[in-house]
Structures are given as structure tokens and as C-alpha cells.
């Protein structure tokens, strides 16, 4: 699997336009709306067949989302585990190794609609599932206020 998805991102670009389509930017939740999600099966150009199936379906446009590393998120990250009681050892290593992807694509998303419902398409790396749950962790943690044990007067 790649490291970097940009590429990928940049060929479904010029693919999708190639066949005419348009992209809206935006991301589809798929806790929000009915989805069905494509399974590539292990095909690395399994995109262009989803993409190649929304036109035959008369979809005039696709959804497009990527997700490239900012720093100031895996430093939220690293700040939020580190002032948390709950994060291992393991999990700050884990969260100091996502520096090595700043600035890369991490994630990306199609999507189109038909008759109600949101066909999707994802691909991520290895890493970006990694600091999704980072991300997640550090939500729970940062949302939490630990008891510093005042004494009452």
C-alpha cells in the first residue's frame, strides 16, 4: 500500500474529468445517510470501474474528499495523549511516528447518488487508519476532566 495517496487523487482527478463528470468537494458521512460502500477486493484500479458504473448510472457528478496530514492536527494529538493519564507509551510512539506524513494524502473518497442512496468509494494508507484512531482517542481524552483531588474547606 502506498504512503501517499496524491497520486491516486491526482489520477482520479483527470480520470472522472476525462469522462466528462464533474466533482463536488465534499465528504459523505456514512453515519448520516444511506450508504453502500465499494469493496475493491484487493483491485488497486478498482476506482475506475466505480467511477466508469456512476456514469452508466447517469450520475452527472461524483463526490471528492481527500485528507492530507497537517501538522497542527498530529500535534493535538501528541498534546492531547500526553497530558492524558489513559494513553500508553505505545500510543504516543505511535502518535510522534504520524510526523513522518505531514503534508501527505492520506485518504480519499468518491461518491455519487442514485435513487436515494450514496455509493462510495475509499481509499486510505495504513497510517491514516492509525491516526484516525489516534484521533478518536484523543477526542474521548480531551473531552475528559480528571479529578485533581481538591480537599473541600
Do not use: C
Not at 78 to 107: P, Q, V
Not at 116 to 124: C, K, L, N, R, V
Amino acid at each position: 500500500m502506498q504512503d501517499d495517496l496524491n497520486t491516486l487523487r491526482d489520477d482520479m482527478i483527470a480520470f472522472i474529468e476525462g469522462h466528462g463528470l464533474r466533482r463536488f468537494h465534499g465528504y459523505v458521512d456514512t453515519d448520516e445517510v444511506p450508504t453502500v460502500g465499494w469493496d475493491a477486493a484487493d483491485n488497486p484500479e478498482a476506482w475506475k470501474d466505480f467511477v466508469e458504473l456512476a456514469k452508466a448510472a447517469g450520475a452527472s457528478f461524483l463526490t471528492m474528499n481527500a485528507v492530507i496530514m497537517e501538522r497542527q492536527d498530529v500535534e493535538y494529538i501528541i498534546e492531547t495523549l500526553r497530558n492524558s493519564a489513559f494513553a500508553d507509551e505505545d500510543d504516543m510512539e505511535d502518535a510522534r511516528w504520524l510526523r513522518a506524513y505531514i503534508g501527505k494524502t492520506g485518504y480519499v473518497q468518491l461518491g455519487w447518488a442514485h435513487a436515494g442512496i450514496m455509493f462510495t468509494f475509499d481509499a486510505s494508507t495504513e497510517w491514516y487508519d492509525r491516526y484516525q484512531r489516534l484521533s478518536e482517542m484523543a477526542e474521548e481524552f480531551g473531552g475528559m476532566v480528571i479529578d485533581g483531588g481538591e480537599e473541600e474547606s
